[in-house]
């Protein structure tokens, strides 16, 4: 080094009109409840159990979807359809209690994979956050879709781009 | 207004005006604190905060009433009477500082002339220089009392830093004392006033001042008695609530004063340059008023530099430290003395 980059001035005011330049850059921030950002085609969010077009739950409990978790996150229990309840459930066999615990899922979408019914698929809306454990324990209410006729708009929404669009 | 053989005016409006500047700077010293994390963000493409109230203006109120609501900790082998004097004594020194400092021109009301400078002391920099030597010790005795290593180590190094460095800084202000020939602060501005400001003539003076004042301040460069990652905050390390508060508090209002110290010696305080502000027919009143926007807007263009430097360069490491002030700053201001002294000599002949 020579005496003048010894002073170390020229140097220290290069560095100090650096970091004024950054004063006009555009920010990287994303101000996330207000604004959100946009996740690829393929990402992997919140489950969803779907209905079919007449607003009946899609699962038979066949417990595919359980088996197929690695996170061993889902919990189901089976129960027969009764006489009468065949605007509730396709199948003859539903899933009674259906829980996915949020803390121990991790997204993989095996779940959705496995179902041979087309009955869970995976979002576009990320877990959000909660106050307790029990919280991030999903019911079956938390996680089915809202009843396309009842609810078209919020069945749509629910949907979003990700689930398949089959009808048999 | 005598009673007693005491005019009471006179003391109304010194109380007043100490109570204005204390105020004065404790919210100048909350919105540094604002400005600090606005001006880092920004320096870092981010936003800083934003939430509390438009922009986060309301963001240092927030952050004051979290630390009044803080569990008081007293660490048990701490020596108790010392650890609460520390940060007190840290704050009173911050405080003392602005004394001398002459706002602005002097107001008047009711016929009466109201210097808008608490005392206008005969030897007004060297009070300054009293009292900032004084605030080591509340660094001191609080890094001390916390019976802490990494306190204890911190306020050994923030006493020879401010040692080290308030030599310096003496001896680049012998060099502007003998441009004045005084040490009376409202003599000082008056000097620049008519003659130009100090900066023209003391350049190098002024930029040993600048860089003692960040050591005096513990600004980064200089903050090694809170090296964050080697100290794990030094002398404040246990300290929690209002009184971690009042320390972190006092370097802003440190901050503060010692911008607007260097806007008086070396920049003409409250003097507007280019213009001969007393010309233009004004009211004393409000020509008071733009001096001390003036000595604000200068202030604040120290503090923005301060904020500025502390994103921009790294700390020095502890014997780089004392090789710049012991081998470089001091040498350079003695030269600085012995040129002023040989130019001035020269000129007289």
């Known amino acids: 080094m020579n005496a003048w980059e010894k002073l170390y001035l020229p140097a220290v005011l290069k560095g100090m009109f650096i970091t004024l330049s950054h004063l006009f850059k555009k920010k990287a921030t994303i101000q996330y409840p207000e604004q959100k950002r946009s996740f690829p085609k393929v990402f992997r969010g919140l489950q969803v159990l779907n209905r079919d077009e007449e607003g009946r739950e899609r699962c038979t409990a066949c417990g595919l979807c359980a088996v197929a978790c690695p996170a061993e996150a889902i919990t189901m229990e089976a129960a027969e359809r009764q006489p009468g309840e065949e605007h509730l459930y396709r199948e003859e066999k539903y899933a009674a209690k259906y829980e996915i615990n949020m803390l121990r899922c991790i997204f ?61 | 207004m005598y009673l007693l053989m005491i005019d009471w005016w006179f003391i109304l409006e010194k109380f007043l005006l100490v109570g204005f500047v204390v105020t004065f700077s404790l919210l100048i010293a909350m919105y540094t604190t604002y400005a600090e994390r606005k001006i880092a963000a920004f ?85 300054v220089f009293g009292v900032v030597s004084l605030g080591v010790y509340g660094i001191m005795i609080g890094g001390w009392a916390s019976n802490n290593k990494f306190s204890l180590l911190a306020a050994v190094r923030g006493a020879s830093q401010m040692i080290s460095y308030e030599l ?22 008056q000097n620049q006033i008519v003659h130009g400001w100090h900066v023209i003539y003391q350049p190098l003076g002024f930029l040993i001042f600048f860089i003692c004042a960040l050591a005096e301040c513990n600004r980064t460069p200089f903050d090694l008695p809170e090296a964050e990652n080697e100290l794990n905050f030094g002398y404040h390390q246990e300290y929690s609530s209002m009184k971690l508060g009042l320390y972190l508090f006092a370097e802003y209002v440190n901050m503060f004063i010692s911008g607007t110290v260097m806007a008086t010696l070396f920049f003409g305080g409250y003097d507007i340059p280019f213009v001969n502000e007393a010309s233009w027919g004004l009211s004393p009143n409000l020509l008071a008023f733009i001096g001390f926007v003036v000595l604000l807007a200068k202030a604040f263009f120290f503090l923005f530099v301060f904020i500025w430097i502390r994103w921009t360069i790294p700390r020095f490491r502890y014997d780089q430290l004392m090789n ?26």
């Open chain 2, 324 to 349: 710049l002030g012991w081998k470089k700053l001091i040498p350079l201001a003695l030269v600085n003395m012995v040129a002023t002294a040989i130019v001035m000599l020269l000129r007289n002949r």
């Open chain 1, 108 to 168: 993989c979408g095996f779940c959705e994979e496995a179902c041979p019914k087309d009955a869970i698929y995976l979002s576009e809306t990320v877990t959000p956050a909660n106050y307790s454990r029990a919280g991030f324990i999903y019911k079956k209410e938390d996680l089915l879709i809202p009843d396309p006729t009842k609810d078209p708009e919020g069945y749509q929404k629910a949907l979003g781009h990700r689930a398949k669009k089959i009808n048999n």
């Open chain 2, 168 to 189: 310096s800084m003496g001896l680049a202000l012998i060099a502007l004392l003998m441009l004045t020939g005084s040490l009376q602060m409202s003599v000082i501005v």
């Open chain 2, 43 to 127: 320096l870092q493409d981010r936003r800083g905060p934003n939430r509390a109230g438009p922009f986060g203006i309301l963001q240092p109120l927030a952050d004051g009433g979290k630390l009044f609501f803080k569990e008081e900790i007293i660490p048990l082998a701490s020596s108790k009477f010392l650890f609460v004097l520390g940060p007190s004594l840290a704050m009173l020194t911050a405080m003392l500082t602005s004394a001398v400092i002459p706002w602005s021109t002097p107001l008047q009301i009711g016929g009466r002339d109201v210097p808008l400078q608490i005392a206008d002391l005969n030897i007004g920099i060297l009070y």
